[in-house]
C-alpha cells in the first residue's frame, strides 16, 4: 500500500513539472515570436535617418464628398507643418497598416451600414483581422489613429457605423485612438462646423508629435480621452474664417447623406446653435440647405416650404408648348405654381433630379409654419416670379395676366409635402381660391394617405416593383419600407378620386421588370399609370447615373405597351407627350367612353364638387381628351395652338479621320 502511495506522489510530481516545463517553453517561444514580429514590421530607426514617418490620410466615399473633407484637412494639416499623404482605400495595401505611424480617415457610411464598394476590401480585410486570433492584438500596436464619420441620425442604428466600426477594429488589433470618433450628422445642418472643430482638435493632439522636417514622432503625442472631448464645450480652435481659407470657393452642391458643401461662414451663423436650432426652435432648412437651394433657384417660404418656376412654366407663357399634364390632363401650365409644404423627405433616390439637396426624416420634428402664411406666400413668390418673365420674347400681356393668377398647383416640388401635419388644412386653402392640386408621395406614409381630404389628383410614385430594387432605387430610411409601400397601394385604393402611379423608368434598375410591376395593379387598383423616362441632370456627387440609364421614348413606349397588354384590356395606353419621353396609361372601364378618351379634368366641376361637401369620385369630373395628345396622334402630345421651337444643336463634329 505504501509503495502504490509513493508511486502515486511520484507520478504527480512528474506530472506538474512536465506541465511547468512545457508552460516555460510556450511563453519563450511566444516572446521570440512577438519580438521577431516587431523586428520585421517596426525596424530599429537609423540614427542619421529620420525617425519620423509620414501619416496617411484616407477617404472613404461613395460619393466623393468625404474625399472633399479629406482635402480639407489636408492642407489644414500642410498649413500646420505636419506632412501626410492622402489615400484612397482601393489603391492601399491594408497588410501596410501595420507599417504605419500615424492613420487618420474620414468616412462615410453607405447602405445598410455598409462602407461603399470601392473600400470594401480595406473594411473586410480589418474586420477579418480583428477577428482572427493568429493575427493577435498588437498588429497596429505601433499605430495612432482618428476617424471622422460623415452620416444621418434618420438611419438609426447605422449612423456612422463604417467610422463606428474602424476605430472599434483598429483598437482592437492595438491602435492607440489620438481623439474620440468624429461624428457628423447631415440633418443638424452643422458638419462643416463640427469637421473643423473635430479638425483642429486633432491638429491640436498631433502638435505635441510634430517636428520640424514634417514628420511624425508618435511618441510626443498626447491622447484626448473620450471625457476631454465630449465635454460639451465649442472651444474655438481657429479665427473667424472658414477652416480651408478660401472664402466659400468651394461651394458645391450639398449631398444630404455625404454633405460636406460650404456653408455660411460662422459670423452668419451667429443665431444658429449646434443642433440646427434657430432662436430655440429647430429649423428643418439649416443654413447650408438654404444656401444650396437658394442656388438652384428655389425660393424658401418660412421654416420648411418651397416654390420654384418651372421651365414648362416658362415655356407656355412663351406659348411654345406646355409639359405632359397639359396634354394628359388639360393643366394650363402657364398657370401652375409648383411647390411643396415639407423640404423634408423619407428616402434619398439615386435619380433624384433635386441633387438630394432637401432634408431627410422619418417624422415631423421640425418648427411649423402656418399653412394659411405657407400658400400666401408661395403665390406671392410665384407671381414675382411671373413677373420676371415680362419683356421675354414670346410672352404676351394676356399669357402674362393669366399665368399671374395661379390655378394648379403642383406639390411636388421636392421633399413629402404629405409629410407636413396641416397638409389638409393647406389643401383646403388652395380649393377655396379654387386652385387644384396635383400631390405626389413617395409611399412611406400610409396613415397619411388615409386621413388624406380629396384632392384633384394624388400620385404615388412607384420607384420599383421588387423589394430589393425599391431598396436600391429609392435607399429609404425606413427598415419596414416594403410593406409602407404595400399599405400605401392598398390607402390608394381607398380613395374616391383620380389616382395616379408614377413609374420612372432607369435603364440597367428597373426597366426590365415588367411583370413585377403588373402585380402591384391589383393592389393599388390606380386610375391611370404614368410611365416616364428618367430625367439625366447632368454629374452629380449624388448620382452614379449616366446617360445610359436614360431610355429613349421608343423604350418607353415599347415598356408601357407592354405593360398595357398584360392588364388584358383593363388598361390602355391612352396619351404620350413625346418631348417628356412620357406614356399614360388609363382604366378603360372609367375613362374610355364611346371609343374615347376623358382623361382629361373639368376643373371648374371638381371645386363645385369640394365646395358641396358631397361625396363624389373620379368619373364626375372628367372631360374629353384632344386628338393631338390621344396616344399615337401625330402631334405627339404637342398642342397644336403652341408653336414648335426646336433648338440647334451645335455640337462640335466628330473626327472621321
Known amino acids: 500500500m505504501r509503495i502504490f502511495e509513493a508511486y502515486n506522489s511520484h507520478s504527480a510530481r512528474l506530472t506538474l513539472l512536465a506541465l511547468l516545463s512545457a508552460s516555460t517553453l510556450y511563453c519563450f517561444y511566444k516572446s521570440l515570436r512577438l519580438k521577431r514580429h516587431a523586428a520585421l514590421v517596426f525596424p ?91 493575427v493577435g492584438s498588437m498588429l497596429l500596436s505601433r499605430c495612432k489613429f482618428a476617424v471622422f464619420g460623415v452620416g444621418s441620425r434618420s438611419y438609426g442604428a447605422t449612423f456612422n457605423a463604417v467610422a463606428r466600426g474602424f476605430s472599434e477594429r483598429m483598437r482592437k488589433l492595438g491602435g492607440l485612438q489620438v481623439l474620440p470618433v468624429g461624428e457628423g450628422d447631415v440633418d443638424a445642418g452643422d458638419l462643416d462646423e463640427v469637421f473643423d472643430v473635430w479638425s483642429w482638435k486633432l491638429i491640436s493632439v498631433l502638435k505635441g ?17 473620450d471625457a476631454e472631448t465630449n465635454d460639451g464645450s465649442e472651444e474655438d480652435y481657429g479665427d473667424d474664417s472658414d477652416a480651408d481659407g478660401e472664402n466659400g470657393a468651394e461651394t458645391t452642391i450639398v449631398d444630404l447623406e455625404d454633405i460636406a458643401g460650404k456653408g455660411p461662414s460662422r459670423k452668419t451663423r451667429t443665431m444658429t446653435t449646434s443642433n440646427g436650432t434657430i432662436n430655440g426652435e429647430k429649423e428643418m432648412v439649416t443654413p447650408v440647405i438654404r444656401a ?25 407663357l412663351r406659348g411654345r408648348g406646355g409639359c405632359y399634364k397639359h396634354s394628359f390632363y388639360g393643366i394650363e401650365s402657364h398657370r401652375c405654381m409648383e411647390a411643396t409644404p415639407s423640404l423634408a423627405c423619407a428616402n434619398k433616390c439615386v435619380f433624384c433630379w433635386r441633387h438630394h439637396t432637401n432634408p431627410v426624416g422619418k417624422s415631423w420634428r421640425w418648427k411649423m409654419d402656418d399653412p394659411i402664411e405657407i400658400v400666401n406666400s408661395a403665390i406671392d413668390l410665384h407671381t414675382k416670379m411671373i413677373r420676371q418673365m415680362k419683356g421675354v420674347p414670346g410672352v404676351n400681356e394676356e399669357r402674362l395676366s393669366e399665368g399671374l393668377s395661379p390655378r394648379h398647383c403642383a406639390l411636388s ?77 392598398k390607402a390608394l385604393r381607398e380613395k374616391q378620386q383620380r389616382t395616379v402611379y408614377r413609374l420612372t423608368l432607369v435603364k440597367g434598375w428597373n426597366a426590365e421588370d415588367i411583370d ?29 447615373l449616366t446617360m445610359e440609364n436614360v431610355p429613349w421614348h421608343s423604350d418607353v413606349k415599347a415598356f408601357s405597351e407592354a405593360l398595357a397588354l398584360k392588364t388584358k384590356g383593363e388598361y390602355e395606353v391612352a396619351c404620350e407627350h413625346v418631348h417628356s419621353c412620357c406614356v399614360l396609361l388609363a382604366k378603360t372601364e372609367k375613362f374610355k367612353i364611346d371609343n374615347q378618351w376623358f382623361t382629361w379634368i373639368d376643373y371648374e366641376k371638381f371645386h363645385d364638387l369640394v365646395a358641396s361637401g358631397r361625396p363624389f369620385t373620379s368619373k364626375d369630373y372628367m372631360a374629353a381628351t384632344p386628338s393631338w395628345a390621344v396616344y399615337g396622334a401625330e402631334e405627339g402630345g404637342f398642342d397644336p395652338v403652341q408653336s414648335r421651337y426646336r433648338k440647334e444643336r451645335r455640337h462640335r463634329p466628330k473626327n472621321t479621320d
Open 516 to 544: 413585377a410591376y403588373f402585380g402591384l395593379f391589383s393592389v393599388g387598383k390606380p386610375d391611370f399609370v404614368e410611365i416616364k423616362g428618367v430625367t439625366y441632370c447632368g454629374s452629380s456627387a449624388t448620382s452614379k
Open 209 to 225: 508629435g510634430c517636428v520640424e522636417n514634417g514628420g511624425f514622432d508618435g511618441s510626443k503625442v498626447v491622447v484626448e480621452s
Open 44 to 134: 530599429a530607426s537609423n540614427p542619421n535617418s529620420s525617425s519620423c514617418l509620414r501619416g496617411k490620410l484616407f477617404f472613404v466615399s461613395q460619393t466623393g464628398t468625404s474625399e472633399i473633407l479629406a482635402r480639407r484637412l489636408l492642407r489644414l494639416l500642410t498649413s500646420s507643418g505636419i506632412s501626410f499623404d492622402l489615400v484612397h482605400p482601393k489603391d492601399y495595401e491594408p497588410e501596410d497598416l501595420s507599417k504605419e505611424a500615424l492613420v487618420l480617415i474620414v468616412a462615410s457610411t453607405w447602405e445598410d451600414g455598409n462602407p461603399p464598394p470601392d473600400s470594401g476590401f480595406f473594411s473586410n480585410w480589418l474586420a477579418e483581422s480583428a477577428d482572427d486570433f493568429r
Open 413 to 489: 416640388l421636392v421633399g413629402e409635402p404629405i409629410m407636413y401635419p396641416e397638409i389638409n388644412s393647406l389643401i383646403d386653402e388652395l380649393h377655396q381660391r379654387r386652385i387644384s392640386t396635383f400631390l405626389v408621395t413617395n409611399a412611406q406614409f400610409p396613415e397619411k394617405i388615409k386621413e388624406l381630404k380629396p384632392i384633384t389628383q394624388l400620385y404615388v410614385s412607384v420607384d420599383a416593383a421588387t423589394k430589393d430594387s425599391l431598396k436600391a432605387i429609392d435607399r429609404p430610411l425606413f427598415g419596414d419600407f416594403w410593406e409602407r409601400f404595400l399599405d400605401s397601394l
Open 292 to 316: 444650396s437651394l437658394e442656388k438652384q433657384g428655389y425660393k424658401i417660404i418660412g421654416s420648411h416650404s418651397g416654390v420654384k418656376l418651372c421651365r414648362w412654366t416658362k415655356s407656355q
